[in-house]
C-alpha cells in the first residue's frame, strides 16, 4: 500500500505482510520498501516521477510514473470504445478498463498435469468463468477470475501473476470477491502461502491463465520471505480452454469441434488424443499407455476399461475388439 509517512515527511509504498527484517528503519507506521523524495503533496498523483528510492538490502534511485486509472479522450479507449465520463464504454467485441480485451472470455478452463507420459497424465480441475446477474464480469485486477463448482478452489489475476489457490482461503476470498468492491484486495495479505497457494504463473500481463507459465510452491515458503511466494519449482500443467469454437483446425487435423459440449472429438481410428487431439500415436502420452494396455489384455480374461481413463476419456466410442486393434496397431509402432 501507499501512505503518507510523517517521520519521513515523504509518500512511502510497503508491504505489511513481510517481515521487519525486511525493512530499513524508520520511524515510519508500517514501515517502507518505497519512497518518495521529501514533499507535501497531498494526492500521490502529484509526487513527481523523480527522487524515489527503493529498499533492496540498500537504498537505490528509482523514478515513478503514475497515473490515473482513467480514460480522457476516446484514444485511451484503445480504438474499441468511446471515453465517457472518465471511463471507458467498450464495443461488445472488447472489455477491460481501456477496453484492451477481446471478448468473449473462455467460460470454462480446463487443468491438465502433463507429467512425463500417459501414465502420469492427469485432468484435475474445471473452472468456471464468474459472472454477475446481469452477465457482465467480475474482475480482479481488471482480469476475469474463475472458480470451480464447490468454491474451493479458485484461480484469479494477483496484479502480476496467475494464482491458484484452494480450501478455506478460496472460499474466503470468493465471498469477499462476490460481495464488496475489490479495489482494495491484495493477494498477498490475505493468503496463507503454506495452506492455501497451490501453484503460480510466472510474471505476466496475460489476461487469463492460458498459455501461462506455472509454478509448484516449494513447502519452506512463508509469509515474511522477500520473495514473492518464497522459492518456485516449474510445474508441468497447463489450463487449456474446455470449450472449443466452431474453427478451422481448432481441434488439430485428426478431430471436429462438438459445439454442444464444446469439446473436441478426436477420431479414435487415428490413435490421436489430447484436449485439442494434439497427441499423435507415437508420442509418450500415447505409446506408453499402448504397451499398458496391451500387457493387461493379454494377461486378462476380459478388458476392464476403468483401468485405461485416458483411453476411456478419448477413444471411448470404439468398441473392445477396435480398442484391441488400434493398440495392437501402436504397439507395433515403437
Given at each position: ?5 510523517d517521520?519521513e515527511?515523504?509518500?512511502v ?17 508500517h514501515?517502507?520498501?518505497?519512497k ?25 534511485a ?7 486509472n ?35 472470455f473462455?467460460p470454462?478452463?480446463?487443468?491438465t498435469?502433463l507429467?512425463d507420459?500417459?501414465?502420469s ?5 474445471e473452472?468456471d468463468?464468474?459472472?454477475?446477474s ?5 474482475w ?6 474463475f472458480k ?7 484461480v ?6 496467475w ?5 478455506t ?8 470477491l ?10 498477498y ?15 505476466t500481463?496475460?489476461?487469463?491463465p492460458?498459455?501461462?507459465s506455472?509454478?509448484?510452491?516449494d513447502?519452506?515458503?512463508a509469509?515474511?520471505?522477500?520473495a ?8 508441468k ?13 481448432y ?22 488424443g ?6 499423435e ?8 499407455l ?27 466410442d470404439?468398441t ?7 493398440f ?7
Amino acid at each position: 500500500m501507499f501512505y503518507y509517512c510523517d517521520s519521513e515527511s515523504a509518500w512511502v509504498f510497503t508491504i505489511k505482510a513481510l517481515h521487519k527484517s525486511d525493512f530499513p528503519e524508520s520511524g515510519c507506521k508500517h514501515e517502507w520498501l518505497m519512497k518518495s523524495q521529501r514533499t507535501e503533496a497531498m494526492k500521490l498523483e502529484d509526487v513527481g516521477k523523480d527522487g524515489w528510492q527503493v529498499w533492496t538490502g540498500s537504498s537505490t534511485a528509482a523514478s515513478l510514473g503514475m497515473i490515473c486509472n482513467q480514460c480522457y479522450i476516446d484514444s485511451d479507449c484503445g480504438g474499441h470504445g468511446k471515453c465517457q465520463q472518465k471511463s471507458c464504454s467498450c464495443k461488445a467485441t472488447h472489455t477491460g478498463k481501456h477496453c484492451e480485451f477481446e471478448t468473449p472470455f473462455c467460460p470454462r478452463l480446463k487443468l491438465t498435469v502433463l507429467g512425463d507420459d500417459a501414465l502420469s497424465f492427469r485432468q484435475r480441475s474445471e473452472f468456471d468463468l464468474v459472472v454477475q446477474s446481469d452477465g457482465q464480469n467480475r474482475w480482479v485486477y481488471n482480469r476475469p477470475w474463475f472458480k470451480n463448482a464447490t468454491k474451493d478452489e479458485i484461480v484469479f489475476y494477483s496484479g502480476t501473476r496467475w494464482l491458484q489457490v484452494l480450501s478455506t482461503a478460496a472460499i474466503e476470498i470468493t465471498l469477499e470477491l462476490e460481495e464488496h468492491d475489490i479495489d482494495h484486495f491484495h493477494a498477498y495479505w490475505h493468503l496463507d502461502v503454506l495452506l492455501s497457494l497451490w501453484e503460480y504463473s510466472d510474471p505476466t500481463d496475460s489476461e487469463t491463465p492460458i498459455g501461462a507459465s506455472w509454478n509448484l510452491l516449494d513447502s519452506n515458503a512463508a509469509v515474511g520471505h522477500s520473495a514473492p511466494y518464497g522459492m518456485k519449482f516449474p510445474f508441468k500443467q497447463k489450463y487449456v480452454c474446455g470449450r472449443c469454437p466452431n474453427t478451422t483446425n481448432y481441434c488439430g487435423e485428426a478431430g471436429i469441434c462438438n459445439v454442444v459440449t464444446g469439446f473436441c472429438v478426436c477420431n479414435a481410428t487415428t490413435g490421436v488424443g489430447g484436449d485439442y487431439c494434439e497427441f499423435e500415436p507415437v508420442s509418450p502420452y500415447v505409446a506408453p499407455l499402448a504397451a499398458e494396455f496391451w500387457w493387461h489384455y493379454q494377461n486378462a480374461v476380459s478388458l476392464n476399461r476403468t483401468w485405461y481413463p485416458y483411453a476411456e476419456l478419448y477413444w471411448k466410442d470404439l468398441t473392445d475388439l477396435e480398442l484391441y486393434g488400434l493398440f495392437g496397431t501402436l504397439y507395433e509402432l515403437f
